[in-house]
């Protein structure tokens, strides 16, 4: 955790349950990572061709509908939270994204100054229509939240947070390759700090789940990275084809970008827990030590 006292102590960390789904997490997100996803060559063109301001400008743009509704799919994950320190633990992240108490550098906000330094209007971002695997990968989110156990949208935040790290430097060589000018200050709040959020996601995994969980873990997370690959297809197209041809890709929306969080179900359609937190996890202490 970056922000606040870490709530989880040794103890928590020390049932043979939680260690067990630890290694699992560990495991799935191990092979999730021999996904075609993280060997597409849209992660590895650049900077060997050099890309048109064009494609970096709808490439960047098309991002802003991935990075708009985030914090609030996260918003609405702390509504699910079985206890008050998962609560706690959730909103270090939140925290984050939401700007540390700033609202001009909450990260939507950041990404828009971003691509206003690119030439790209709020209004022009929000209401560009959204790619069809970007449709996809936010539905799966909106839908993880709202019907699936609160331990498996921690798996898919670990996941989310883990393919930020191999994307975004790819994002920056486009960005400046095109903008020498671009604003970074988004990019530079990303990274390692990714890497430390899906650490702590994974460690709510852990102090959450069951076994019967697994499974459902294992499939979306292949859906996401099928989706998320699609979308590396798009923008390959986009790199290689140009814009208006990659445009027959594109899916019109029928609401503007909403940043709205989804749905959060009443407490009689949520699972009941069969563990209560108080005999909590065991693997490494995956939520770093508080500083």
């Not at 209004?123 to 989110?141: K, V, W």
């Not at 699972?271 to 909590?280: A, G, K, M, V």
Request: negative net charge.
């Amino acid at each position: 955790m970056e922000h606040f006292k870490n709530p989880f102590g040794p103890p928590d960390f020390a049932t043979e349950r939680v260690i067990e789904n630890g290694r699992f997490l560990d495991d799935a997100l191990t092979r999730a990572r021999t996904h075609r996803y993280f060997s597409h060559p849209f992660l590895s063109s650049f900077p060997a061709t050099t890309p048109t301001p064009e494609t970096v400008t709808f490439v960047l743009s098309s991002t802003y509908q991935l990075v708009a509704p985030f914090t609030a799919f996260l918003c609405a994950l702390g509504g699910q939270t079985p206890d008050l320190r998962s609560r706690f633990a959730l909103l270090d992240n939140i925290y984050e994204e939401m700007g540390c108490g700033d609202f001009e550098a909450a990260h939507p906000r950041l990404y828009l100054k971003m691509l206003a330094s690119i030439g790209v209007s709020e209004e022009a971002a929000a209401t560009m229509p959204a790619l069809s695997a970007i449709r996809r990968i936010n539905d799966q989110l909106r839908e993880v939240v709202e019907s699936r156990p609160f331990s498996v949208a921690c798996a898919m935040l670990a996941l989310a947070e883990a393919v930020i790290p191999p994307t975004f430097p790819v994002f920056v060589t486009l960005a400046q390759s095109a903008f020498p000018h671009v604003d970074m200050t988004f990019f530079d709040r990303h990274g390692t700090r990714d890497e430390e959020h899906s650490d702590d996601a994974a460690t709510l995994f852990a102090l959450s789940a069951e076994s019967a969980h697994f499974p459902i873990v294992e499939a979306e997370m292949r859906r996401a990275l099928d989706h998320r690959s699609e979308l590396l297809d798009d923008w390959m197209a986009v790199a290689t084809n140009g814009v208006v041809r990659a445009r027959s890709a594109v899916i019109a929306r029928p609401r503007p970008l909403s940043e709205r969080p989804p749905r959060s179900r009443p407490l009689s359609e949520r699972p009941p827990r069969s563990r209560p937190l108080s005999t909590p996890p065991s693997r490494r202490p995956s939520v770093p030590p508080s500083r």
